[in-house]
């Protein structure tokens, strides 16, 4: 259930049952305490007549709410709604999140949506109860909190790494929004680890957070809740000795198929940019303010951990964007598993992989190259003509380890790109031809963009067809509703799994599952049968969950990409 549709007893009955599966969807205000909270905050539920709904943690700030101490609602993976909603509000949180009005203010932001600052103020204001600053301000408070818990940063560096002009501006932000100080949210870790020890017991509850932007170590895999405060104790920082170096835990949704996506990973790593195991997925990263480097790994407790070495602290809650983006944190797998699952031909499927996540884009930029490049190819000759790319244009980087490049930049593929790039002349000009369009900014790819503007543009470049935009819609924009008719692999599995395998009949059946269509793909590239996939997948890699094989569309002469 969507919690944009829920009536106010619908989302009454979820806070009264501590219901975890809606924590970072809404939050509840009280009027008589003044604080707000998760729906699975395990305090007395309140009177109806005291309660107030909200959307976001920053509509409650604006209407006077501070955070609740117990479970402390910021400490939340964020909300799938942002990702199902393709409308301005939907927008406006993925590129608050993505670090856009820290960058270009509101009047940056409301560029790129096309609005006046005035109105789209307005118009967030109408849909989420707060402004683009009132939700920017929200990040900041969240990021601070996350690396005040979390890490062992001066205070200093705390308020600069999350955004706040001044050191004053920080503490008055974080004892309006918590009210504690600084020093007394700190001092909530020594706590932290005799909570988190009570709590291993149940499901972790998740609360409601920022957008994507929220971090902690809740899984909200139960029904459960246990004291947020533990989520101190699964994050530490090295920042001591390595400068830029932080460690931090993100929250999500179980189930995760993590072995999925580390398996989708390993089959299509940039050597020199990625690298895989069977538990950790590392590359490097442009980031506004410099090059970084971030991994992500399941721990023991089967949290989601992020390790990060950054040029800039500045950089952090970009970076938390876009790894949650990237491994798809902030879905909802129960509402897709329950959902797809109800269909007789799906049900082996979600029962066999459950928590089936959709790989997003690090980079909007990069992942239309990638897209490009493994037009008609496999996956395998893919990755080989990347990493030849890279090698050969990449920014050559230090205090990485064995990550030393970074995907080069447009500037670069457009430039030298058909010296390195190897195939059809026609694909090879698309290609460059596509970069250099991203690189003067004459086609404009972001995580904000509208999904039928998005889709046209990218159609009206040379050497793009449907499957590619869709593709990329899928990956960059997070778009759950996503169908691939013209992919081999997704057709493959259709059939293998009794439903209709010709491009006219699945794309019929396909939308009885709206809106969660991406996840239908993915868990179809799952089902290729493995003597289909299995003698072209590459020598010494994982099998990929989704298609590792030469998958053409024959009405578009496009194909899988990496």
């Not at 509509?59 to 117990?70: I, P, Q």
């Not at 990060?308 to 809650?317: G, I, Q």
């Amino acid at each position: 259930m969507s919690a944009a549709s829920m009536t106010f007893d619908e989302r009454y009955r979820a806070i009264d049952a501590r219901d975890a599966r809606f924590d970072g969807q809404f939050v509840t205000a009280v009027r008589s305490t003044g604080i707000y909270c998760r729906p699975s905050c395990p305090a007395r539920t309140p009177k109806p007549g005291n309660v107030t709904f909200y959307p976001t943690s920053a509509a409650a700030h604006e209407a006077g709410y501070r955070a609740c101490k117990r479970c402390l609602p910021e400490a939340a993976p964020g909300s799938p709604e942002w990702n199902l909603r393709g409308d301005v509000a939907g927008r406006a949180m993925r590129l608050i999140a993505d670090g856009v009005v820290e960058r270009e203010g509101v009047p940056g932001l409301a560029a790129r949506l096309g609005y006046s600052p005035r109105h789209l103020t307005r118009l967030l204001t109408s849909e989420l109860g707060a402004g683009p600053l009132a939700l920017a301000r929200a990040q900041r408070a969240h990021t601070a909190r996350m690396l005040l818990v979390a890490t062992d940063l001066p205070a200093s560096d705390v308020a600069f790494s999350a955004g706040f002009a001044s050191v004053r501006q920080f503490n008055d932000t974080v004892r309006e929004v918590f009210g504690m100080s600084p020093i007394e949210l700190r001092a909530r870790r020594a706590r932290a680890g005799g909570a988190a020890a009570r709590g291993a017991g149940g499901g972790l509850g998740a609360g409601a957070g920022f957008g994507s932007t929220g971090t902690g170590t809740g899984t909200g895999t139960g029904a459960g809740s246990a004291d947020a405060a533990g989520e101190a104790a699964g994050g530490t920082s090295t920042g001591a000795t390595t400068p830029g170096a932080i460690e931090l835990v993100l929250p999500h949704r179980g189930p995760l198929d993590a072995d999925g996506l580390f398996a989708w990973m390993a089959a299509r790593a940039v050597t020199g940019v990625e690298s895989v195991t069977a538990h950790s997925f590392a590359r490097t990263i442009r980031l506004p303010g410099g090059p970084a480097w971030f991994s992500l790994r399941l721990d023991d407790a089967g949290r989601v951990r992020l390790s990060a070495r950054l040029t800039h602290l500045s950089d952090l809650p970009v970076l938390v964007a876009r790894a949650r983006r990237l491994f798809d944190l902030d879905a909802d797998p129960l509402a897709v598993d329950a959902a797809l699952s109800a269909h007789p031909e799906l049900a082996p499927l979600v029962a066999r992989v459950p928590g089936i996540r959709v790989p997003g884009a690090a980079d909007p930029h990069e992942m239309l190259i990638r897209a490009m490049i493994g037009q008609q190819i496999t996956v395998t000759a893919a990755t080989t003509a990347l990493s030849a790319l890279t090698d050969a244009l990449g920014e050559r980087v230090d205090g990485f380890g064995a990550h030393d490049r970074l995907f080069p930049t447009m500037a670069a593929i457009a430039e030298h790109g058909a010296e390195v790039l190897r195939g059809p002349a026609a694909r090879i000009r698309a290609i460059t031809g596509a970069a250099a369009a991203l690189a003067d900014g004459s086609l404009v790819l972001t995580t904000g963009d509208d999904r039928v503007a998005q889709r046209a543009a990218l159609l009206a470049m040379p050497g793009i067809g449907p499957w590619t935009a869709d593709y990329v819609r899928m990956r960059v924009l997070g778009d759950p509703d996503i169908t691939l008719p013209g992919d081999v692999a997704v057709r493959a599995g259709a059939a293998a799994s009794g439903i209709p395998g010709d491009p006219r009949g699945f794309e019929a059946w396909a939308a009885r599952t709206a809106p969660w269509r991406s996840y239908l793909t993915a868990h179809l590239w799952r089902a290729v049968p493995p003597r289909q996939a299995s003698g072209r997948s590459r020598r010494g890699a994982p099998p990929a969950p989704p298609h590792d094989s030469r998958t053409t569309d024959p009405t578009t002469g496009e194909g899988t990409s990496s």
